[in-house]
């Protein structure tokens, strides 16, 4: 039997604010265990949670650049559950009036756009952390820095058919929440992760088949694995007759294999009640609208844009609008009068080359985006030959220096003035009379011999083309 898989994901993403969901601790990384904490955070009686309002202006950014309807009068519910990282013994999070819903994103994989459904995004706050080594080798430590941290959970729809396209799916959410500001997207420090719920259906079938679902993937290459190997193992159980157990797995990414952590709980295991310390969270419709006039432009109206305005592929659309400071970027370039295509092939080539190895983006170059675009302008008007632009490129790189000094102490300066290159053209042909006679005989290959000459004569810095115009028109007269 054929099956098809069937693929939703949640992805939580840390929200960007200095300090914490529900009181005032901070939320920076790699504090000493346990000083990011107050009553509130470590669940002390009494002690009382107040909303951080910044928390709900980026989640309502997000949920209006996924196209969600946001709740005007959303409602925090206590999630009850038993762990020794959980003070309180329940999770501050958000069950039946969660903040948005019923929102879209579009992926684009083999060059085909696909819309996934977004369920839901609602605000949670995450646990803290067991730490399994420290002072005594038998024991488990508790840090309570993360506790309390504020997390957006957004929940897919069911709509993903391959491990590729949740890949997809996962890295363009992340783009979209550094874009917005809404997450610094850090995935070592744990700020974006997903749990992949995967399930398989007889092709044709319309009924869901069972699921499993893998927590806390932290890499998009995982997610990517980890549903891969998911849908193997459950492909070669289907077939041979057993049936899936509907259970939460965890993911080895040594062995890039998911293995049985415990049975999934059902939703009234949490017994989730309407949290009776936080009224209902109530929105004005003019907040929310303001929110939504702030919106930069998205990065898929953008990427649409550059394809219709500047007539570029899809793909390096795609990838110039991927983040925000690459776009402003490229637009800088553009003002500098460089032209689109040559922009974004340079941007997409040589700077992204740099950027990867140097784990820097545009701002930590050594010059902006108007010296580039003044050496591209140098390109366009035959000041520079392509490759004396890579040794400029190469030396703006190194020393920031601007591309006209560059030039200038390098003497690379291209020679396309006409007058000035008959005259050396003229003098090549007179001391090569033999070449010319046999150029005359038919044997074309000879303009290669006439242009290498030029070039010797100029110290490499004529410009090929109109040495070319010039010695054909001479031979030919
Ligand atoms: P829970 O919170 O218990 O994990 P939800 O109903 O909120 O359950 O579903 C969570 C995720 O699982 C969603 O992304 C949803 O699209 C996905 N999902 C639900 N049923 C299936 C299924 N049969 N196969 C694959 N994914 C599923
Ligand atoms: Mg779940
Ligand atoms: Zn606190």
Redesign the pocket.
Known sequence: MEFEP?????IHAQVATASKLFCGCSTEFGRPPNTNTCPVCLGLPGALPVTNRRVIELAVRLGLATHCTIRLDSQFARKNYFYPDLPKAYQISQYDRPLCENGWLEIVVDGNTKRIGI?RIHLEEDAGKLVHEGRDAGASYVDLNRAGVPLVEI????DLSTAEEARVYMEKMHALVTYLGVSRGNMEQGNLRADA???LRPVGESK????T?TKNLNSFRFVRDAIDHEIGRQAGELRAGGRIVQETRLYDSVSKTTSPMRSKEE?NDYRYFPEPDLPVLRLEQAWVDAIRDGLPELPDAKAARYREQYALSAKDAEALTAGREIAGFFEAVLEGGASPKRAANWIMGDLSARFNEDKIGPDGLKFGPEALAEMLVMIESGALSGKMGKEVFEEMVATGKPPAKIVAEKGLQQVSDAGELAAIVAKVLEDSPEQVEQFKAGKEKVLGYFVGQVMKATGGQANPGVVNTILRDKLAG
């Open positions: 069937v693929i939703g994901l949640e369920t929940v897919s729809e069911p719920n995967v399930s869901l088949g069972t699921r679902e939703a």
